[in-house]
């Protein structure tokens, strides 16, 4: 923790306010041999929770020849609930110079008062390394330099740990303040602008509960994910040149509307696919299939461009896909600036009223054709302070609260209780702008592409394609020039440095609060029975000075090699929450290795558009890849279709790399599950060595519930943008 303070007193944007900082040192010398003391004194003053918080370091530090002490003390007293915690950390370290042994302690003793009781944790930890020690000295009036470097070799470690554990629920929930048909929620950046019933504009989809699709997880994680929703049968051509899908007859829309028919389906997935839409996933879909078209009331058809055998896993399933299905009746009759507003669905909930960044009111459908939610009313309001949410929580003004993993802990212990989808965000970073494509393949298959709107399908073209942030220039060494081998191993290297400049183990440790697991190489967790440590990536600050040095970018004047403008996407909380943390350590890690990082957090809308078109070319922070970034996804799922042209006219992770689309191409329609294995294998080894992106930690997002109001809330498996899923299945407390 101590290294993530320093990365951030080096980074030039502060996250706290500060009110006062004072630094006083004392250095008193003698000559002769004598030892020399330095003592810093630093006094952190910072207001928590409108209460004052007094933070004091003491370093002592006896100077050469013979043992040396260093010693902290850190002192932290916090007002929490009425109660006063007193949290110290003592640390001492004796080294003996001259390459004798070293004996290194550190003591952690943490007292906090809890429910009237103390409890008190402790943390020895003895590690007996071999060092040589020589340091620069400076004699007043003798001018007597000795310059010397110090070496830690490591020869034996041993931990020993002890500790009283914390109990968990030590107290008991809130009784509720909503009634016993309401459940209230406490989000943060989930109620937005606008709530529309055009895909096309971003509308919501089967994780609201609201609108439904073909498919979606039959239960937790370890459930059978194709559990059929509106489909009632479906096959794939045997040519894989078609999938055919009849519906449900009787279906009904909210409000009145009527029977689902092919017509809503053809309509609804059209219009998420057109070249004109936002929806998130409109890339991925666009990618793999061309326009739906009905075949009857109750039949649809949807012709493929690139089968993928997990078509109804990953894609038209709730699972991870994010297509919802509205009534074409509704639109024709009211217009698009109507459907904009009103959101005409087939599913558990219905919208019963919706308030711009303030409140989404759900209200249970009562002729669901499966099964009614559970919960007859839920209101979903947009809290943005974390400490209100808690507060909203703790006092039974809310039943579920979105909160960071830092509370989870406390919140369990006061009774509440927590659900999760299984899904794990994969946050990396994305050196964006290496499109190493030249021609768009989709064209290339005699396939409908952006690059080639006019085409005759079936005939193929080769089409250029348009990448304006491919620029492999000295301003972003982080892109190399494809066929030009120098300048890739220099972008290689480059991009290798960057990463392993990152701490993700502190990252883990202290923003997510060792709630979350490492991630090396992104689309690729170390859970999966697949995973080899021999894939890991380790933190190494001074090799990835080295490195960046042999890559030409030695530092210049004042200390910066190059710069780097660094996006936030909103996965993790966005710029406000988790991520934005993340986005911070990073950009004061690279700051310290002389990368001069910005940290650039305007709104998505602004943002997307620059990967859509392909002129995006700056290393950003994110969930990116669809499935590929959530860390419950198999193994053996397709991999990369966001990373090639398949995507074109669509999201991006803002590179297009020829092998990737070469390895999706023949995994997408591989029928051996180990073959599909051994081929993603190939893909995780090419990413790791060509670092196109830098895994740091996946990040679990569970919701926090007060069991007095809710008896029960087992959520569906879930691997889709966001972790509110599975509303419907809120169970009211009796």
């Not at 004699?139 to 007597?144: L, N, P, Q």
């Amino acid at each position: 923790m101590t290294g993530l303070i320093q990365y951030f007193k080096r980074s030039r944007i502060a996250t706290t306010a500060i009110g006062l900082v004072a630094v006083f040192a004392a250095i008193g010398i003698a000559c002769g041999g004598e030892t020399v003391i330095q003592t810093v004194v630093v006094e952190k003053e910072v207001q928590v929770q409108s209460a004052p918080v007094i933070q004091t370091v003491v370093v002592e530090k006896a100077v050469p020849g013979e043992t040396v002490i260093q010693t902290v003390v850190v002192e932290k007293e916090v007002q929490v609930a009425g109660e006063t915690v007193i949290q110290t950390v003592v640390v001492e370290k004796a080294v003996q110079v001259a390459g004798e042994t070293v004996i290194q302690t550190v003591v952690v003793e943490k007292e906090v008062q809890i429910a009237g009781e103390t409890v008190v944790q402790t943390v020895v930890v003895e590690k007996e390394v071999e060092v040589e020690v020589v340091k620069e000295v400076e004699v007043v009036k003798e001018v007597e330099k000795e310059v010397v470097k110090e070496v830690e070799k490591e020869v034996e470690k041993i931990v020993v740990a002890t500790a009283t554990p914390i109990a968990m629920a030590m107290m008991e929930a809130p009784a509720p303040q909503s009634s016993a048909d309401t459940a209230e929620m406490a989000v943060q950046n989930r109620v937005g602008l606008t709530m529309t019933g055009l895909n096309s504009t971003g509308a919501p989809d089967g994780p609201w509960s609201i609108a439904e699709g073909f498919f979606q997880p039959g239960g937790p994680v370890g459930s059978n994910i194709v559990d059929p929703v509106l489909a009632e049968t479906w096959n794939v051509a045997e040519d894989l040149s078609k999938i055919t899908v009849k519906v449900k007859e009787g279906v009904q829309f909210h409000r009145g509307w009527g029977e689902l028919t092919a017509d809503d389906l053809v309509w609804s997935f059209n219009d998420l696919i057109a070249p004109e839409s936002v929806h998130n996933q409109s890339g991925d879909y666009a990618a793999i299939v061309e326009p739906m078209v009905k075949v009857d009331d109750y039949t649809v058809e949807i012709p493929v461009k690139q089968f993928t055998v997990v078509w109804n896993q990953a894609y038209f399933n709730t699972f991870a896909g994010t297509n919802g299905t509205f009534s074409k009746r509704a639109f024709d009759e009211n217009g698009r600036e109507w459907a904009n507003e009103n959101i005409i669905g087939t599913g558990p909930y219905m919208l019963k009223e919706f308030i711009p960044q303030n409140i989404v009111r759900l209200e249970s459908n009562p002729e669901h054709h499966i099964q009614p939610a559970y919960m007859p009313f839920l209101n979903v309001n947009e809290v943005p302070e974390e400490s209100t949410r808690i507060a909203m929580l703790r006092n039974g003004q809310a039943d579920i609260a979105d909160v960071s993993l830092k509370a989870i802990r406390g919140l369990l212990e006061e009774g509440f209780k927590m659900s999760d989808s299984g899904k794990a965000a994969q946050e990396g970073i994305f050196f964006a702008g290496n499109y190493w494509e030249q021609y768009d393949y989709n064209c290339s298959q005699g396939a409908s592409s952006v690059s080639c709107p006019d085409i005759t399908v079936g005939e193929p073209q080769q089409v250029e394609v348009e990448r304006t942030g491919y620029q492999p220039t000295e301003q972003f060494p982080w892109i190399g020039e494809y066929g030009n081998d120098e300048s890739m191993e220099r972008a290689r290297m480059v991009r290798t440095a960057m990463s392993i400049a990152i701490d993700k183990e502190t990252i883990n440790d202290v923003i997510v609060d060792g709630l979350g697991w490492l991630v090396h190489v992104n689309a690729f967790s170390i859970k999966s029975p697949q995973w080899d440590d021999k894939w890991n990536i380790e933190y190494d600050p001074e090799a990835a000075a080295q490195m960046l040095d042999d890559a030409g970018y030695p530092v210049a004047s004042r200390g910066i090699r190059f710069q780097v403008d660094m996006y936030v996407t909103p996965h993790v909380g966005g710029a406000t929450g988790t991520a934005g943390e993340i986005q911070a350590a990073v950009g004061a890690m690279w700051d310290s290795l002389g990368i001069r990082t910005s940290l650039v957090r305007h709104g998505y809308p602004v943002w997307r558009p620059t990967v859509v078109d392909r002129s995006q070319n700056q290393p950003f922070l994110s969930a990116c890849g669809g499935t590929d970034a959530r860390d419950s996804v198999p193994w053996d799922f397709p991999k990369g279709v966001v990373f090639t042209t398949l995507s074109r006219g669509g999201f991006s992770c803002a590179m297009e790399i020829p092998y990737v689309l070469e390895n999706y191409l023949r995994t997408a329609g591989e029928l051996d599950k180990a073959q599909r294995i051994a081929n993603n294998t190939e893909l995780l080894e090419y990413y790791r060595y060509w670092r196109l992106n830098s895994g740091i930690a996946a990040i679990p997002e569970p919701l926090v519930w007060n069991p007095n109001s809710i008896e029960s809330w087992e959520m569906r498996a879930n691997a889709a943008g966001t972790h509110i899923v599975s509303l419907d299945l809120i169970k009211p407390a009796q």
